[in-house]
């Protein structure tokens, strides 16, 4: 059977309907509500067109300071010097 939340994972058990994964979030919902546990998800997980903007300059620009760190190819075991 399939857990009726993700519909990808196998329940736990054949009584179940969720798979562990699911179960953990529900047992959240559970003990903090779920009103915030989904307000808590939305504020990490989701993301507006400002935000997205702000970090792909973000990401632009520490990787351009970081890219002479990919210019050198690593050693293999046989190039190191012991």
């Known amino acids: ?5 993700c519909e990808k994972n196998s329940v736990e058990n054949w009584f179940g309907s969720f798979c562990p994964e699911c179960r953990q979030i529900k047992n959240l919902g559970n003990v903090y509500g ?5 307000e808590i998800l939305k504020k990490c997980c989701i993301r507006d067109e400002n ?6 300059n973000s990401h632009k620009r520490s990787k351009s ?3 002479e760190s990919y210019e050198t190819k690593p050693l293999t075991r046989s ?3 012991v």
Do not use: T
Not at 34 to 38: A, I
Not at 51 to 56: A, N, S
């Open 51 to 56: 935000q997205l903007e702000k970090k792909i």
């Open 65 to 67: 300071d970081s890219d």
């Open 1 to 5: 059977m399939v857990c009726v939340m």
């Open 34 to 38: 779920f009103d915030r546990v989904l």
């Open 79 to 81: 190039q190191k010097k």
